[in-house]
């Protein structure tokens, strides 16, 4: 039985704000079935599925604007396995990282246990607040996340700058939830590494990442390690090169993935991507600070991502039963990260998110308040 039964004249056109996994258009999931018959199930090592590939690497390239002597790099697992593998392939020593929600916090910790790797120096902030790298002695790579998924926090890539600099320092920037949706130069990093299944409307099962020269340098330095095979970036960097991954991968996963952004391209790249999900990010904010109940999470308005939006509810509105009441009408996904612990709501704003159904979202979840 519904708990409120919202006017379907009201209700998005697609109810899928989901911040990872998030909603796939049907012009993808068509592109699926067409090669349900042709490519799924059939070799990975063969070149229609290696075409696949690097359809793939190209596409990545030209979106996110590559430098010309940068790679696009991918293996099996998501940015979870990055992490582990970049404590073997691309930190020589010690590295510093910023962790101001779930995910800047996770790859220190993998750092922290590398018994081979010296404590990682850690710049910790309050969820929902910014904080950035800074020049330390001692430190070959910072890391840090471009887009904090937990807590709508979008962070600056830029190289870090000082007197106490490593030369070599790497800069390693998480793109997970940002790329495909928020512009970035890459020539301030050398590792922008990311998962498929957030701003690129694809699934999950694999990691991407675009090294620059000192980065694939590194990895070659550092190749005399002893590292899993399954976590190698040497052999993740020669097999990408033959366009294909170490182990078998998830033909679907590339599929969606190369329709999804072929389509960002034919929309205009990085200026339609960031444009479509700004509109978005614009609808729900500005809401925010006209509501009575509603206040964005992120106080810095320069901080505030574009594709994940988080928005506080006042103590006299449960966000838990508005959330429950929107699911019962097929709007999904709105619950806040589940280990953040506030009375929130948090909207995944990609670009196969359409500004319109936005707007329909913020105009139900004030319906179910005042009706409740």
């Not at 993808?28 to 690497?57: E, K």
């Not at 980065?215 to 993740?236: C, D, M």
Request: charged residues 20%.
């Amino acid at each position: 039985m519904t708990t409120l039964a919202l006017p379907t004249e009201m209700l998005p056109a697609d109810g899928r704000f989901g911040s990872g996994p998030s909603r796939i258009r049907p012009g993808q999931s068509d592109a699926l079935a067409a090669v349900g018959t042709t490519l799924m199930g059939t070799s990975h090592r063969q070149a229609p599925v290696r075409q696949l590939v690097a359809r793939v690497r190209e596409g990545i390239r030209e979106l996110l604007e590559l430098p010309d002597d940068y790679e696009i790099v991918l293996g099996n697992g998501g940015s979870t396995f990055f992490w582990d593998a970049a404590t073997f392939g691309l930190i020589r020593e010690r590295s510093q990282h910023v962790s101001t929600g779930e995910f800047g916090a996770k790859f220190a910790t993998a750092a922290r246990r590398a018994p081979f790797l010296a404590d990682p120096s850690v710049i910790t902030g309050d969820p929902g607040t910014l904080a950035r790298p800074r020049a330390e002695e001692g430190v070959d790579a910072y890391a840090w996340a471009h887009n904090e998924t937990s807590t709508g926090v979008v962070a600056p890539v830029e190289r870090v700058d000082g007197g106490q600099v490593d030369a070599e320092a790497l800069m390693l920037v998480d793109g997970t939830s940002a790329a495909g949706g928020v512009p970035v130069d890459l020539s301030q990093c050398d590792a922008y590494y990311f998962a498929p299944q957030k701003g690129l409307g694809s699934d999950g099962g694999l990691w991407l990442a675009a090294l620059s020269p000192a980065a694939l340098a590194r990895v070659e330095e550092l190749a005399q390690r002893w590292v899993p095979e399954s976590l190698s970036l040497t052999a993740a960097v020669e097999n990408s090169r033959k366009e294909q991954t170490l182990n078998t991968p998830a033909i679907a996963t590339l599929v969606l993935m190369a329709e999804q952004v072929e389509w960002l391209l034919a929309g205009g790249g990085m200026s339609f991507a960031a444009s479509r999900s700004a509109r978005s990010a614009s609808i729900l904010y500005d809401w925010a600070e006209r509501s009575e109940y509603a206040t964005p999470f992120v106080t810095d308005p320069q901080a505030r991502s574009t594709v994940v939006g988080t928005v506080d509810f006042a103590e006299t509105v449960d966000a838990a039963r508005v959330a429950s009441v929107l699911r019962e009408n097929g709007v999904v996904d709105i619950e806040p990260y589940r280990k953040l612990g506030r009375n929130q709501i948090r909207v995944g704003m990609y670009p196969s998110v359409d500004p319109e159904d936005v707007a329909a979202l913020v105009a139900c979840v004030d319906y179910v308040v005042e009706n409740l």
